[in-house]
């Protein structure tokens, strides 16, 4: 059973920066993509990026040039680097996985196997 725990949300100025984490347990990451995804109160959900063991990657347009997407196997870890933050980037952010999946020419996956419990990003001054 693969478990996906979140970290690294808080409080940030408009324009700053923070990096997100989502930390696997008991499976390791190297078969799975992993997909980052957010939903701010009142709104849908809404994917952000994923990215595969093969290192494809893929950003949503809204976040296009301001995110990236990484992977650290050795510690079973993928990150979401966030800068150039904005208040319409507030929401509570989610990491999930599915296994098998490669990004490259297909974009993001629709379903996931797994998800994390989420942590809140918050943009304001």
């Known amino acids: 059973q693969l478990r996906l725990v979140e970290s690294g949300g808080g409080l940030v100025q408009p324009g700053g920066s923070l990096r997100l984490s989502c930390t696997a347990s008991d499976v390791t990451l190297d078969e799975y993509a992993i997909g980052w995804f957010r939903q701010a109160p009142g709104k849908e959900r809404e994917g952000v990026s994923c990215?595969?063991?093969?290192?494809?990657?893929y950003y949503a347009d809204s976040v296009k040039g301001r995110f990236t997407i990484s992977s650290d196997n050795a510690k079973n870890t993928v990150y979401l680097q966030m800068n150039s933050l904005k208040p319409e980037d507030t929401a509570v952010y989610y990491c999930?996985?599915?296994?098998?999946?490669?990004?490259?020419?297909?974009?993001?996956?629709?379903?996931?196997?797994?998800w994390g419990q989420g942590t809140q990003v918050t943009v304001s001054s």
């Open positions: 990215i595969s063991s093969d290192g494809s990657t």
């Open positions: 999930a996985a599915i296994f098998g999946f490669v990004v490259a020419g297909k974009g993001c996956p629709v379903e996931y196997d797994y």
